[in-house]
């Protein structure tokens, strides 16, 4: 491994080999968590990624761009079948050095990986059972205060991440030489009481309608059953992410499960219809303002022009330009020179996605560009290959294209041009509106921006000079900048942002 690499890159990189799959957490900044929020409940130890735990992976590409995005971010070790681990989380200052002795009267713990956690506690790894049992996480065990089971659908932070309090998380024995142990007798004994759920409900009789949906439902009744319960749980007032969260959990019981994407879609979508609904003016006491968590608006990339996870589409007749400003634009973000007047706050990382013109054509206009500017280098650019296929109104097409921008730690997006990357009809007015909204998910899986290369119709002589659009309304509607590149007469070019 390389030294230079950050060091839960490192450590990432190796648990991952071991088949334990891996997420970025947020790290401590000074005393506060560096998600940024005031009154972060879990400092420093919370995903980074959108989807959480969701995105949890052992595919070494990925683990390096979150690094190479997020190189100070803590390491965490998902734990359960899917990982093939347990974890008993030892908490002194709830109690758990006291529990632990007293936990060890029945019996001592085997020597199986261990690590010190950087709140001067320990985690011992066992073997998870595997087969059909689920172990669940628990906290306050019954008279084993400040010790908690970790199992499927937990994580722990792992080494060498860094604790709010100034601790760091390490290996007392290393995971790596280190049999994992099956938990012994004693300890099967609690936690086969304690934490152990079969894989299927019981068989619960009601009379209730709300409470049998939530049991799963069949093929044909899922989408509806997904919104029915959607609303129901924005309308009593819980967030967005919260309700995403509970329907991915819902999901699991449905036969078969629904996507990921569909779960999303459906909450954002009745979330929408929900924002919609009159309110009665009420007043809001400051405490419970502070005490809320609060998501951090999006930066600024260029003021005036567009911001994080945010589109632009640039726009003009064929001939005009489109291809070779796009790629200005690339430059100049990537650099963090201002554009069109308008200040870029940092240089960014850019991902070029085109079709339309050869490696040749593509590399006189990148020199002559980087020669106007007084550029000499552009690494924060990456072109993908002409020969990349994608349907950004394909499900498995869209998966593709998330990986290949989390892959490449792009900040912005460029697709060169809109038509080449969908076969929806760009009149249709919903199919458009159901294509640009899965590039939307991307952004919130990515935290990517667009800007999206689209075409305009030809010109006619009633409307020669005048700036024109192809297609339907929707394509207008999901843009939050436009700018269109318009034909003047003796040559002359104009930019309009609408």
Not at 132 to 142: F, L, P, T
Not at 199 to 223: I, K
Request: aromatic letters at 6%; a positive charge; glycine letters at 8%.
């Amino acid at each position: 491994m390389a030294d230079n690499l950050p060091k839960c890159l490192q450590a990432a990189l190796d648990y991952a080999s071991r088949g334990w799959p891996v997420v970025p957490i947020y790290w401590p900044e000074g005393d506060k968590c560096s998600c940024g929020k005031d009154n972060c409940q879990s400092p420093a130890k919370h995903p980074i990624t959108i989807h959480g735990l969701k995105d949890a992976t052992t595919d070494k590409n990925i683990i390096k761009a979150w690094w190479n995005k997020w190189p100070k971010a803590n390491v965490a070790i998902l734990t359960g079948k899917v990982s093939g681990i347990m974890v008993v989380d030892i908490d002194p200052r709830n109690g758990g050095d006291v529990s632990l002795k007293k936990l060890e009267r029945l019996g001592n713990f085997p020597i199986t990986p261990t690590a010190f956690t950087g709140g001067g506690g320990l985690h011992y790894i066992l073997e998870h059972p595997g087969n059909d049992v689920r172990i669940g996480n628990k906290s306050k065990m019954a008279g084993y205060e400040g010790i908690d089971f970790k199992g499927d659908g937990g994580y722990i932070l792992a080494a060498p991440s860094k604790h709010i309090s100034g601790g760091q998380y390490t290996w007392k024995y290393p995971h790596i030489g280190t049999k994992i142990a099956p938990p012994p007798p004693w300890l099967k004994k609690i936690i086969e009481t304690e934490v152990v759920h079969r894989t299927s409900l019981p068989n619960l009789r009601t009379n209730n309608p709300w409470a049998a949906m939530w049991r799963g439902v069949q093929d044909g009744v899922r989408n509806e059953t997904a919104a029915k319960l959607a609303g129901r749980l924005l309308g009593r007032g819980l967030q967005e992410e919260e309700v995403t969260e509970i329907l991915s959990i819902w999901d699991t019981q449905n036969s078969p499960p629904l996507s990921d994407q569909i779960i999303r879609s459906t909450v954002q979508s009745i979330a929408r219809k929900e924002q919609q609904k009159p309110t009665a003016i009420g007043v809001m006491p400051a405490e419970y303002l502070l005490s809320s968590t609060i998501e951090r608006p999006p930066e600024i990339i260029a003021k005036g022009v567009f911001m994080e996870a945010s589109g632009l589409i640039l726009t003009g007749e064929s001939g005009v330009g489109k291809s070779l400003l796009s790629l200005e634009i690339a430059v100049k973000l990537s650099k963090g020179l201002p554009l069109w007047g308008y200040d870029v706050d940092k240089p960014r990382k850019i991902l070029f996605i085109q079709k339309e013109n050869p490696d040749y054509t593509v590399q006189t206009r990148l020199r002559r560009i980087m020669r106007g500017l007084s550029v000499n280098h552009v690494p924060n650019i990456q072109l993908v290959d002409r020969k990349f296929r994608a349907d950004i109104g394909n499900s498995r097409d869209l998966q593709k294209i998330t990986d290949l921008i989390t892959k490449s730690g792009a900040d912005i997006v460029i697709l060169d041009p809109l038509s080449s990357y969908h076969h929806a009809n760009e009149n249709d007015n919903m199919g458009m509106r159901r294509v640009l909204d899965n590039l939307t998910d991307i952004s919130a899986a990515t935290n990517c921006s667009w800007i999206i290369v689209h075409h305009e119709g030809k010109p006619s002589e009633d409307r020669q000079g005048k700036w024109r659009f192809r297609g339907a309304s929707s394509i207008r509607d999901w843009a939050d900048t436009m700018i269109g590149l318009i034909h003047k007469s003796n040559n002359e070019k104009k930019l309009c942002a609408f």
